[in-house]
């Protein structure tokens, strides 16, 4: 189990980056920003294939690992960051990030429930901690939140549900095929996302920046190779040795780490709402995770 979590908070902490990649862009358009990710992503996906194929040797096609791999990905990358970019700039960052924020909540719950578990106290105490955290950690500063953007919350309810979905199907799939590595299965889903991320990006590629392309093509490459295909490598993993209830709850490093990094992007040390507010996450995955491990 403990090899588990290590994975999970790896993933989180190249997750995290994606909240900073699109701010990094904002001269970008989203479906750009987000085409460019999974470009790299699935190229870097074909390389890792090629390494893998020649290791092994040639394998038999498996049309129906592939099917499963496109249609994950579409769900849980591609169409996910879209419209999480897409929320981003319609309705501002607090709220978007408030409702992304309960990802923890949602795949856990989903998972639990799933699995025929009952919530114990000590369970709902725990997410009880984590959605007082998200709330406070999240708590915009006076003048910042914006008016209510209905279509734009409706994307990041929309990428919420997407990503729930893909959470608990995605380990689901890795459980019932323990013989396919997180690396291998990561870069399946990278390389069949590569498709659908060029016809994207053809279709809304946007203007070079005063910067020029070198910005765009080296944060495409940070978000595709570490936040995508090296982080979902180490969420394959955890997914393979962690229940789902435990996974959906370490999420909550994703908002950790994309604090921390907010925080080095602009110099300062965050408001102490922020930093109570990841402390009641934290508290509340320590929780879950003795809650988890005596069940």
């Not at 870097?44 to 893998?52: E, G, K, Y």
């Not at 399946?188 to 060029?198: C, E, R, S």
């Not at 982080?231 to 394959?236: C, E, M, Q, V």
């Not at 300062?268 to 003795?290: D, K, N, T």
Request: proline share 6%; charged share 10%.
């Amino acid at each position: 189990m403990k090899a588990g979590i290590v994975y999970a908070v790896l993933a989180c902490a190249g997750w995290g980056f994606a909240f900073i990649g699109p701010v990094l862009l904002r001269d970008w358009p989203a479906a750009a920003v987000a085409a460019g990710r999974y470009i790299a992503y699935g190229l870097w996906s074909l390389l890792s294939l090629l390494v893998l194929r020649a290791r092994r040797g040639p394998r038999p096609f498996d049309r129906d690992k592939w099917r499963a791999a496109i249609l994950l990905t579409l769900a849980g990358n591609l169409v996910y960051y879209v419209l999480l970019s897409a929320s981003l700039q319609r309705a501002g960052v607090v709220l978007p990030t408030l409702i992304i924020g309960l990802l923890p909540v949602t795949v856990s719950l989903a998972g639990r429930l799933r699995a025929g578990q009952k919530l114990s106290a000590v369970y709902g105490l725990a997410l009880g901690l984590i959605l007082a955290g998200l709330l406070l950690a999240n708590r915009p500063q006076p003048g910042a939140l914006q008016g209510p953007d209905t279509v734009g919350l409706l994307y990041a309810f929309g990428s919420l549900a997407l990503w729930t979905v893909y959470g608990v199907l995605n380990a689901d799939w890795l459980r019932a095929h323990p013989q396919v590595g997180g690396v291998e299965w990561s870069s399946l889903q990278g390389a069949g996302a590569l498709p659908f991320a060029l016809l994207l990006f053809a279709a809304d590629p946007g203007q070079p920046a005063a910067g020029g392309w070198l910005p765009f093509l080296g944060i495409s490459l940070a978000l595709g190779v570490l936040t995508s295909w090296a982080a979902n490598a180490a969420w394959n993993l955890a997914s393979q040795r962690l229940p789902g209830a435990l996974l959906g709850q370490l999420i909550v490093f994703e908002t950790v780490f994309g604090i921390g990094y907010g925080a080095i992007r602009a110099g300062a040390w965050p408001p102490l709402p922020v930093l109570c507010g990841a402390a009641l996450l934290i508290a509340g995955v320590v929780l879950a995770i003795r809650e988890g491990t005596a069940a």
